[in-house]
């Protein structure tokens, strides 16, 4: 695209806006930044959460300082670390879902009352007990929605694995992904029913342990 000139950009942001939301302006490289990095801003991004596709070029470029630093050295392993490695696929999608999973965590232990780990403590327990037998017992169904957020994002995830995936590696979203993308839509049908039927058991069993505990 072409720099605004800035009388557009305010009535953008003042008319469009409501002077609230912020206004990037591209100039040059639209497809790949604004189009493919930044594509989500419409809707508010969670806190301290990325989308995938700008994991996936963070730990690119990442990676291939690291390969250019080993190159440097007398390591000489051309593409090994940036590509074809399934190790740089689990520290993006760690990188990915670290955030929500997190979160989800913090907030179960925080309901933990105050009192009962000061209560603990007092009879002598160490920090690692008091979170073994006062935390997690208390936190489980905390822990148990972390699992199911972190593995239903994580099974249904495409924009990571198309950027970092080795050769010859495919998913259950990649494999629909290059079904539909040759107009192939019957063949995709049964691996995306698939990605949905797969991610539905977790939900399940999430809402079976929580109807329990409110009995």
Not at 118 to 126: K, M
């Amino acid at each position: 695209g072409s720099p605004w000139d800035p009388d557009s950009w305010r009535w953008l942001f003042e008319h469009v806006l409501g002077s609230e939301k912020p206004v990037l302006n591209y100039s040059g490289g639209t497809e790949i930044s604004g189009g493919i990095l930044c594509g989500n801003l419409v809707e508010a991004v969670k806190p301290c959460g990325f989308p995938g596709p700008v994991v996936g070029m963070g730990v690119i470029l990442t990676m291939v300082a690291v390969d250019t630093g080993l190159e440097a050295v007398g390591l000489d392993l051309p593409g090994f670390v940036a590509t074809g490695s399934l190790l740089v696929l689990v520290y993006a999608y760690t990188v990915r879902f670290l955030a929500p999973g997190l979160s989800a965590v913090e907030s179960g232990v925080a309901q933990v009352p105050e009192e009962m780990t000061a209560s603990a403590r007092t009879l002598g327990a160490t920090p690692l007990e008091t979170a073994r037998r006062v935390h997690l017992p208390l936190a489980k169904a905390s822990l148990f929605s972390a699992a199911v957020l972190v593995g239903v994002d994580a099974l249904k995830e495409l924009p990571i694995v198309l950027l970092l995936r080795p050769l010859g590696f495919d998913t259950l979203p990649v494999w629909v992904y290059n079904l539909a993308s040759e107009s192939r839509y019957e063949q995709a049908a049964l691996p995306a029913l698939s990605i949905i039927v797969v991610a539905l058991i977790p939900v399940f069993l999430l809402s079976r342990r929580l109807d329990g505990a409110r009995r």
